[in-house]
């Protein structure tokens, strides 16, 4: 293989790996867009829904609450224990530094008064009342409006459950709205769900409350457009590089032409005829790019057909 035919092919190459790199890529911007979709569905759906009894959505404490259900607005029927209020901490609301204010409620009647006996009474749902701003030292200095005292009725929003984390914080804060966690840091004990909820409504009501916690994002982002960006980018490079192999091996054949002898003049006798080139005449060496061309084999026929000429015109001169 020549060096031109060589460098051709290690560009080609390359332009197959970047395409297949920037597919992949885009491929991966594409799922995230229909993920995004998908999750700004429910949020839309789930929204303005009407609020349904807890235990329609939610079975049981155990019961796992699925994306479809997430900001789900149900209703439940108990009282908080605002002993065991906690503060959320880190959790910007609307870029605002602010803690969170969670306070675990405990269930009396989780089909909110719509089933003949009560259901999942005594279990504990955490309750993310809204927010409060930062206290003068940003850390414990803070405290926020107290949660209605008796039996209330509870409507919320549904969000997952958050996984634990394993940073510290001061005591009576958290650093994630997980429940156990939550409950530990109120020194509150009950059997919990493997979710939360965020506040809209409570009756009766009281006032002061905390403030209103932001509406979720339905911004679909730049996914789309990054997506399409990655496969102009898997097709640009392929035919750059393609192009860039072509002149390569353009640029090899002019080298090998420039460098190839020029062919040797024909032979002419004294009277000025071209004559045939016999064996011994020399020939110019073929570029190895020049298309093969047969060859007749030997000279033995035209030294021969010489011969012949000669003896007849010596006979014709001596007539």
């Not at 929003?157 to 804060?173: F, K, M, T």
């Not at 009501?205 to 916690?213: A, I, N, T, Y």
């Not at 020049?290 to 026929?301: E, F, K």
């Amino acid at each position: 293989m020549s060096p031109a035919a060589r460098r051709a092919t290690v560009l080609v190459l390359v332009g197959i790996v970047l395409a297949v790199v920037c597919t992949f890529l885009g491929r991966w911007q594409w799922d995230r867009h229909v993920w995004r979709d998908g999750a700004i569905a429910v949020v839309e759906g789930n929204w303005s829904a009407d609020p349904v009894p807890l235990d329609t959505v939610l079975p049981s404490p155990d019961a796992p609450l699925t994306d479809a259900d997430v900001w789900q607005r149900v209703s439940v029927v108990g009282h908080y224990a605002t002993e065991g209020t906690v503060l959320l901490r880190n959790r910007p609301v609307d870029g605002t530094p602010a803690y969170h204010v969670l306070v675990p409620f405990v269930v009396e009647d989780a089909s909110a008064g719509t089933a003949t006996d009560p259901t999942q009474a005594g279990s504990v749902l955490v309750v993310d009342r809204g927010w409060v701003p930062p206290g003068l030292d940003g850390s414990v200095d803070v405290t926020p409006p107290a949660a209605p005292e008796g039996t209330i009725t509870l409507t919320a929003r549904l969000r997952h459950d958050e996984p634990a984390s394993n940073r510290d914080a001061p005591a009576g804060q958290v650093q994630a709205i997980s429940a156990e966690q939550v409950l530990a840091a109120g020194g509150v004990e009950g059997e919990t769900y493997e979710a939360y909820v965020a506040m809209t409504q409570e009756e009766p009501s009281v006032d002061p409350v905390p403030g209103v916690l932001a509406a979720p994002s339905t911004d679909p982002g730049s996914h789309l457009s990054y997506a399409f960006q990655w496969w102009t980018f898997a097709l640009g490079g392929l035919v750059a590089f393609c192009l860039g192999a072509r002149r390569e091996l353009q640029d090899g054949r002019e080298e090998l032409d420039a460098e190839a002898p020029a062919p040797a003049p024909p032979t002419v006798s004294a009277d000025g005829v071209e004559l045939w080139p016999t064996r011994d005449t020399p020939r110019p060496r073929r570029a190895p790019t020049a298309p093969d061309v047969p060859r007749r084999r030997g000279g033995r026929d035209e030294d021969a057909e010489d011969a012949l000429i000669d003896a007849q015109l010596g006979e014709r001169d001596e007539r």
